[in-house]
């Protein structure tokens, strides 16, 4: 069975920074292509980052680019999300989500459950 | 960017009857070198996360009851359900996935009338 658990959210201060984690398991995490996507309470759902399948091509947002880095760890079969210079507009459920199959411009079949950054003073 | 644009932001339709949400892209996310629009339909419901529908605009996916169906092609596309069940109270996202960054639609919350 294919599970996507995500960890790592928090409540963290404007400027501060955080790692989110997303522990993949019933697939060959190696060859999928993996996303974060995210939703602000009570708003739509907003992709942030994908990653192909050894981490060497990268895809940011406009909004986050620059602050948020996405890696993985293939032998840890984990997703991460690196966030600095938190803003408020951070403010979200982070999904991690896995392409269709192996292969890029694929949609996304399988998502985690998600957790919430909560970015305030 | 592709902006994605839904219609309606909410509908209302009675159990039984038909409902149809529609999906305009801001380009075309037909790819003519396979003749494949990347366009995906997402479902998600209160609390969990969104459950994948529909592929390539038209494709439904293991699971998925044959009362949803994907249409369209090239900026113009529509997810209808054949006959609402109590089951598809939900908002429903389209999304391309023709280009970074993917982009999804605004939502369209589907309710019973």
């Known amino acids: 069975e294919v599970q996507l658990v995500e960890s790592g959210g928090a409540l963290v201060q404007p400027g501060g920074s955080l790692r989110l984690s997303c522990a993949a398991s019933g697939f060959t995490f190696s060859t999928y292509w993996m996303h974060w996507v995210r939703q602000a309470p009570g708003k739509g759902l907003v992709w942030v980052s994908r990653?192909?399948?050894?981490?060497?091509?990268?895809d940011y947002a406009d909004s986050v680019k620059g602050r948020f880095t996405i890696s993985r760890d293939n032998a840890k079969n984990t997703l991460y999300l690196q966030m600095n210079s938190l803003r408020a507009e951070d403010t979200a459920v982070y999904y991690c989500?896995?392409?269709?199959?192996?292969?890029?411009?694929?949609?996304?079949?399988?998502w985690g459950q998600g957790t919430l950054l909560t970015v305030s003073s | 960017d592709i902006v994605m644009t839904q219609s309606p932001d909410s509908l209302a339709v009675s159990l039984g009857e038909r409902a149809t949400i529609n999906c305009k892209s801001s380009?075309?996310?037909?790819?003519?070198?396979?003749?494949?629009?990347?366009l995906a339909w997402y479902q998600q419901k209160p609390g969990q996360p969104p459950k994948l529908l529909i592929s390539?605009?038209?494709t439904r996916e293991s699971g998925v009851p044959d009362r949803f169906t994907g249409s369209g092609s090239g900026t113009d596309f529509t997810l209808t359900i054949s006959s609402l069940q109590a089951e598809d109270v939900a908002l429903y996202y389209c999304q391309q996935h023709y280009g970074t960054p993917y982009t999804f639609g605004q939502g369209t919350k589907l309710e019973i009338k």
């Open positions: 989500a896995r392409n269709l199959r192996p292969g890029q411009w694929l949609p996304l079949d399988y």
């Open positions: 390539w605009a038209s």
């Open positions: 990653i192909d399948i050894d981490g060497s091509n990268t």
């Open positions: 380009q075309s996310v037909l790819y003519s070198s396979n003749n494949k629009n990347y």
